[in-house]
């Protein structure tokens, strides 16, 4: 079975500039949450989706957004990029609603943003 | 306070070392509980899960949790150069925060031989 893909893996951009990522689920995945990992914070929770409805969000500006389409693939968007943009964006799709164990998120290789 | 805390180390071990990694916690909501393990420059991946309190054993890995103390714990037996990456504890509550990992900072592992 395919794991999670995203793409690009790679993306170079300027400040001012946006941008938007995409994410395949595992087939049969229906959530799909994004996360931004960077040295100095970590992995950070941006948003999470499931069945074309954002359930959770976390403390982002508005200026990263995100969606889910009918066949559960996804794309988050950050306009007015900003040198702190930088870094790796990282999707995970998982089952849900939870059935036992099976509630264990999967991520994808991620997509390198590099802002300058 | 972060809702998850982990000593980033680094932690050098040499190869056939018993391996201890830890992490604490201060929501009691949580509910279920993973180790992913990231290797440079990858996205991180899925090692092992728990749901509740317990232990569980994978091969030379063993996870364990204790929700009383908010505590979570990986053992790495017989560890291998291979094994050299950062690893990653993770948690989730159900309700709202469901779909809502919440990660520590990770902790750097060198495996040397």
């Known amino acids: 079975k395919a794991g999670v893909t995203q793409t690009p893996r790679y993306l170079i951009k300027t400040r001012g500039q946006q941008v938007t990522l995409s994410c395949s689920p595992i087939?049969?995945?229906?959530?799909v949450s994004w996360y931004q990992q960077t040295p100095g914070q970590g992995l950070q929770f941006l948003f999470e989706?499931?069945?074309?409805?954002?359930?959770n969000k976390g403390n982002f500006p508005g200026r990263f957004s995100g969606r889910q389409f009918s066949n559960s693939r996804s794309e988050m968007n950050v306009s007015t990029l900003e040198l702190g943009d930088s870094a790796l964006y990282l999707c995970a799709s998982s089952f849900t609603p939870p059935t036992s164990d099976q509630e264990t998120q999967y991520f994808g290789p991620g997509t390198r943003l590099l802002v300058l | 306070q972060k809702e998850v805390e982990q000593d980033p180390g680094p932690l050098s071990v040499p190869e056939g070392a018993i391996v201890s990694l830890n992490c604490t916690y201060s929501?009691?909501?949580?509910?279920?509980f993973m180790w992913y393990r990231q290797y440079s420059r990858k996205g991180p991946e899925l090692l092992m899960y728990t749901y509740s309190s317990g232990n569980k054993e994978d091969g030379r890995f063993t996870a364990q949790v204790d929700k009383s103390s908010k505590y979570i714990s990986l053992f790495i037996r017989d560890s291998q150069p291979s094994d050299s990456a950062t690893y990653l504890c993770a948690m989730m509550g159900r309700g709202s925060t469901l779909g809502r990992l919440y990660f520590g900072r990770g902790t750097q592992l060198t495996v040397w031989p």
């Open positions: 087939s049969g995945h229906r959530s």
């Open positions: 929501n009691s909501a949580f509910q279920y």
């Open positions: 989706y499931f069945s074309e409805t954002q359930r």
